[in-house]
């Protein structure tokens, strides 16, 4: 499978990384010489193989249903790049 | 007593339990190593104050007669780890300014424990490295060098602050975290000691994410004896982390008695890679040889699916990477890029991704995108599960045989210079091609420094265990420490 320079702008597009035009070339270069290497996988018999799912056995905890946390607003708002009222800021999404 | 800082981690407590020295001392011995180092680039934020302020309270709990093993003991703390007060950033742009409101649990478990935190240390961006060339801070640099050439190597990566830290005394240890080597390569390469612990016994909270099925915490240290203190002080269950395993966790300091008649030791045909070095093939049956003379059985063994493991590793981790990077948003923490007239929100988060992320992270974030996109998640994502099933099925396979612990080769070649690998990212990951089996399979491993190269550099050799048999992994090591009998020490230049 290669990658070409329409895949590779919307790779990009669903990462939310932006590329500028003139660098999609070597950016699907690179992606190319990465699945390249990847490619050796296909070798590999996994027939009646289950995926990992978890690489020790074990059941995840449960905790009881309960509120643990809260009432820390500052807190949470003190890393905002833009942080107003009580709320984090953001450009306008809605018209 | 001068030099304090040179001590190792359990000279240094039996002595502040003596009463000989003072963790002041030791503390203010540390931060003058630190600020004649800047050259080693392994301190990334400086924390004088909160130091001398812990080793105050420190020697308080000393005197009481209340000292866990870490009390008074200076440490320095990668900066992947959340403290609580002081800038934690990844080694990324994009979390410029973040300074948490929390303390991760490893790193609070030290802090309860009496350890005096110096700062925290550089690393590879979002621990996306095997050279620490990829960290916003700049460069760590390795304070060996080869012969009598003055060329800058790397400390490894992706924990190369802690490790060029350890290594030229500027704390006593530190925490690393290792992905797929994090930890073993860069204290091969700088003659240290790192353990990395089996998945689930260091809780992640509070550890920014890089692939949260491989992440582990563990300890870099100068001393086999040193992890086992540390080691023992940074794991344990911990409900904010589900992964976390609810196991007791044994006093490894005891078990070293160095005593390892009849352990069985398997040697696997698959890492002997084509075009190893000479000095790492010399390496390796030395090691074996002095694991045998100790009383070990030497055993023969295959890994078979050990080639597909790098590979595996390149679609998983992005692919885990890109789902717990997509966070960065600019919205909540961190840097947010400067937006034009008529931006929106997609705006903000691209250019703010773009700015924040370095090369390699975007690289993988993107790669990861991929990886988990419709039309690919079966032929990539959940094939590199499938065969990272089998790479631990291989493991199980030759435990279940009786084997106690593999041992092998800790890094492909001695350290290399600054610069060297950056431009193929290919290259870089090989790096990694002996220890990455270790995260997919969950196992325990540690690095020890065994041999010096024909120029002077350190070389290390890596020590694999049984699941949760982290006590009986680092007796072995001690025995392979103690018949190594490696003190050499890199001459100071900085």
Known sequence: ?95 | MTELNRLTLADARDALRRGDITSVELTQACLAAIDSADALGAFAHKTPDLALDRARAADARIAAGDAPDMCGIPVGIKDLFCTEGVPSQAASKILEGFVPRYESTVSGQLRDAGAVMLGKLNMDEFAMGSSNETSVYGNAVNPWRAGHSDAALTPGGSSGGSAAAVAADLCLAATGTDTGGSIRQPAAFTGTVGLKPTYGRCSRWGIVAFASSLDQAGPMTKTVRDAAIMGRAMMGHDAKDSTSADLPVPDFEAMLTGDIRGRVIGIPAEYRMDGMPQEIETLWSDGTAMLKDAGAEIRDISLPHTKYALPAYYVIAPAEASSNLARYDGVRFGYRAKMAPGDGITEMYEKTRAEGFGPEVRRRVMIGTYVLSAGFYDAYYNRARRVRALIKRDFDTVFADGIDAILTPATPSAAFALGQEVADPVQMYLNDVFTVTVNLAGLPGVAVPTGLTHDGLPLGLQLIGRPWEEGDLLNTAYALEKAAGFVAKPARWW
């Open chain 1, 1 to 95: 499978m290669s990658i070409d320079i329409a895949t590779a702008a919307k790779v990009a597009k669903l990462a939310r990384i932006k590329v500028e035009d003139a660098d999609l070339p070597a950016l699907a270069q690179e992606f190319n010489a990465i699945l390249g290497f990847i490619a050796q996988l296909e070798e590999v018999n996994v027939d009646g193989v289950e995926p990992m799912v978890s690489v020790t056995p074990q059941r995840l905890k449960r905790r009881a249903d309960v509120v643990t946390d809260g009432n820390q607003q500052a807190k949470v708002l003190a890393n905002a790049p833009d942080a107003r009222e009580g709320f984090f800021a953001v450009p306008k999404v809605v018209e």
